[in-house]
């Protein structure tokens, strides 16, 4: 399992930007996925993006040309970086990872392929 810890929430006004970073410990096989999840209250845990260990991107609509994952291999880190952020952005944000996926299988946005969770952290965007 994979030890996840999220951190770089806050609180911002509309239009500013945010970068979460989420510090892993643990193995990752050549064949891993994370990605980064959140969930406001009263709504549903929703994928927000993912990585795939050959550096591939997936992006939910409603992020999509806003945010950008990243992740420092050297650092054991990935990173939200989130651009024009709206009120309806603001939510625990939760990072995820899986550290092998099987053949036949790819790197999405299924909360169910991911085993291991952050504690998350909270990023409150107001207008």
């Known amino acids: 399992q994979v030890h996840l810890l999220e951190s770089g929430g806050g609180s911002v006004q509309a239009g500013g930007s945010l970068r979460l970073s989420c510090a892993f410990s643990?193995?990752?096989?050549?064949?891993?996925?994370m990605g980064w999840f959140r969930q406001a209250p009263g709504k549903e845990r929703e994928g927000v993006g993912a990585?795939?260990?050959?550096?591939?991107?997936i992006y939910a609509d409603s992020v999509k040309g806003r945010f950008t994952i990243s992740k420092d291999n050297a650092k054991n880190t990935l990173y939200l970086r989130m651009n024009s952020l709206k009120p309806e952005d603001s939510a625990m944000y939760y990072c995820?990872?899986?550290?092998?996926?099987?053949?036949?299988?790819?790197?999405?946005?299924?909360?169910?392929?991911?085993?291991?969770w952050g504690q998350g952290t909270q990023v409150t965007v107001s207008s």
């Open positions: 990585r795939g260990s050959d550096g591939s991107t």
């Open positions: 995820a990872a899986v550290p092998f996926i099987r053949y036949g299988d790819t790197c999405n946005l299924y909360e169910g392929l991911f085993d291991s």
């Open positions: 643990g193995f990752l096989y050549s064949r891993n996925c």
